[in-house]
T-cell receptor, first 116, second 114 residues
Framework: GAVVSQHPSRVICKSGTSVKIECRSL??????MFWYRQFPKQSLMLMAT?????????EQGVEKDKFLINHASLTLSTLTVTSAHPEDSSFYIC????????????FGQGTRLTVV | GIQVEQSPPDLILQEGANSTLRCNFS?????LQWFHQNPWGQLINLFY???GTKQNGRLSATTVATERYSLLYISSSQTTDSGVYFC????????????????FGQGTILTVHP
């Protein structure tokens, strides 16, 4: 199989605080993970590409300092939303491709972030 | 960048009906995937199909890469088929690193009534 686990599934935080979201590949190694954002009734938009052992690559318009990405191992990438504001409230979802077969992408369950 | 268009945007069916969802893309692709997003937001992989035809139970998909479109067929629809269906593609340009970097279409919202 190819299971990607994301944690937490829901989080509510206060404005100005930081929130960390974890994305783990449970039964495979992933050299590359991706972070997407989805607003209500909209499609998924790629935020950044997370590469193990190197800096993340951010899409145009995504603030690097607000969305910190760390990919410390072949099975874990983290997204930290820093100094969160209500407009950061959204559904964040990660995906990963297998190290041994970089074709099909597999997605985590997603994290619904609400900033109050 | 590559453009992905899905049609129809909304589809309402009676249980038991068949349907076809379409995905057009503007450039050559190395990866094409169909997903079903359930009410909790999770994306369920339906097909990895950059070309050719695949079938899985009541669902099948065909991608004609040379004509830049893909079709998802749902037969004998059930209420549990309701949700949003996304087509997503990836293409590698010079310097690209992964076929998993996906561009999503806007989705088709499917509602199946009992």
């Amino acid at each position: 199989g190819a299971v990607v686990s994301q944690h937490p599934s829901r989080v509510i935080c206060k404005s100005g605080t930081s929130v960390k979201i974890e994305c783990r590949s449970l039964d495979f190694q992933a050299t590359t993970m991706f972070w997407y954002r989805q607003f209500p009734k909209q499609s998924l938009m790629l935020m950044a590409t997370s590469n193990e052992g190197s800096k993340a690559t951010y899409e145009q318009g995504v603030e690097k300092d607000k969305f910190l990405i760390n990919h410390a191992s072949l099975t874990l990438s983290t997204l930290t939303v820093t100094s969160a504001h209500p407009e950061d409230s959204s559904f964040y979802i990660c995906s990963a491709t297998r190290l041994d077969r970089d074709t099909e992408a597999f997605f985590g369950q997603g994290t619904r972030l609400t900033v109050v | 960048g590559i453009q992905v268009e899905q049609s129809p945007p909304d589809l309402i069916l009676q249980e038991g009906a068949n349907s076809t969802l379409r995905c057009n893309f503007s450039d050559s692709v190395n990866n094409l995937q169909w997903f079903h997003q359930n009410p909790w937001g999770q994306l369920i992989n339906l097909f990895y199909i950059p070309s050719g035809t695949k079938q899985n139970g009541r669902l099948s998909a065909t991608t004609v890469a040379t004509e830049r479109y893909s079709l998802l067929y749902i037969s004998s629809s059930q209420t549990t088929d309701s949700g949003v269906y996304f087509c997503a593609v990836a293409y590698l340009r010079a310097g690209g690193t992964s076929y998993g970097k996906l561009t999503f279409g806007q989705g088709t919202i499917l509602t199946v009534h009992p």
